[in-house]
């Protein structure tokens, strides 16, 4: 029985192992490409340059990366897009961890009230002075023109002044910061499913362990039958 309940424990642990793998391959993937938007690197003399040397971390094109630790994956903190002859924002998703965003002299006509939706460490946005701060002036402690640019600082928490519960979230669930203007609500503890009705721990090794299983199944007779054709040819 012992072994029977470890091998139970160890299914979980092994399913969580691969999708992390697998989202740290799509994260990388994606903010390389939100860092070659435009030609170029950071600056030195930039905000985002000054950001990047006093928080010691790396360039690499138009994006400044950091670890918190060796154990921990690059991130971006720093995302310069300024100067780049941009229109419009297409999707930033790739810098969601960014704590500052350059998008200043660029005839950037809007933005859209989604496009920083999920950046909930956002604390500095520089944009052209014609271009309302996302989530509007309520959203940023501070929110300044100056020199051409507007400047939003500070993102402020759409949840209340405690963090838990919200009037617009459903009840046994919690209020969270999700970007400028945005909040979402997740299940509190001991709760899950449809508007956090259901009561209990969610059945993890009931919904992914048969989905893991498949994937792996699926795979080795990929690979199997792919043999077959190259012993074949």
């Given at each position: 029985?012992?072994?029977?309940?470890?091998?139970?424990?160890?299914?979980?642990?092994?399913?969580?192992?691969?999708?992390?793998?697998?989202?740290?391959?799509?994260?990388?993937?994606?903010?390389?490409?939100?860092?070659?938007?435009?030609?170029?690197?950071?600056?030195?003399?930039?905000?985002?340059?000054?950001?990047?040397?006093?928080?010691?971390?790396?360039?690499?094109?138009?994006?400044?990366l950091k670890n918190?630790?060796?154990?921990?994956?690059?991130?971006?903190?720093?995302?310069?897009?300024?100067?780049?002859?941009?229109?419009?924002?297409?999707?930033?998703?790739?810098?969601?961890?960014?704590?500052?965003?350059?998008?200043?002299?660029?005839?950037?006509?809007?933005?859209?009230?989604?496009?920083?939706?999920?950046?909930?460490?956002?604390?500095?946005?520089?944009?052209?002075?014609?271009?309302?701060?996302?989530?509007?002036?309520?959203?940023?402690?501070?929110?300044?023109?100056?020199?051409?640019?507007?400047?939003?600082?500070?993102?402020?928490s759409m949840c209340?002044?405690?963090?838990?519960?919200?009037?617009?979230?459903?009840?046994?669930?919690?209020?969270?910061?999700?970007?400028?203007g945005f909040f979402?609500?997740?299940?509190?503890?001991?709760?899950?499913?449809?508007?956090?009705?259901?009561?209990?721990?969610?059945?993890?090794?009931?919904?992914?362990?048969?989905?893991?299983?498949?994937?792996?199944?699926?795979?080795?007779?990929?690979?199997?039958?792919?043999?077959?054709?190259?012993?074949?040819?």
């Amino acid at each position: 029985m012992k072994m029977k309940a470890g091998c139970s424990q160890l299914k979980p642990v092994v399913l969580i192992l691969i999708l992390n793998s697998c989202f740290y391959a799509s994260y990388q993937l994606t903010g390389l490409q939100v860092c070659e938007l435009c030609s170029g690197t950071v600056l030195n003399g930039t905000e985002v340059g000054q950001l990047c040397s006093s928080s010691a971390g790396r360039i690499d094109g138009r994006c400044c990366l950091k670890n918190d630790n060796t154990s921990d994956p690059e991130r971006i903190i720093g995302l310069d897009l300024s100067n780049c002859s941009l229109t419009h924002i297409g999707d930033l998703q790739g810098a969601s961890t960014a704590l500052m965003v350059d998008l200043s002299l660029n005839p950037i006509v809007n933005v859209s009230d989604t496009a920083f939706q999920g950046f909930i460490e956002l604390n500095h946005l520089i944009l052209p002075q014609d271009i309302v701060c996302p989530g509007g002036n309520t959203s940023w402690g501070k929110v300044e023109v100056k020199q051409g640019k507007r400047l939003c600082e500070g993102q402020k928490s759409m949840c209340n002044q405690t963090g838990q519960l919200s009037v617009n979230c459903p009840e046994n669930s919690l209020c969270a910061p999700y970007g400028p203007g945005f909040f979402e609500c997740s299940c509190a503890d001991n709760y899950h499913g449809y508007k956090c009705l259901r009561e209990g721990e969610f059945p993890a090794l009931q919904v992914f362990g048969p989905l893991g299983a498949s994937t792996v199944v699926i795979s080795v007779l990929l690979w199997v039958t792919q043999r077959r054709k190259a012993k074949a040819l």
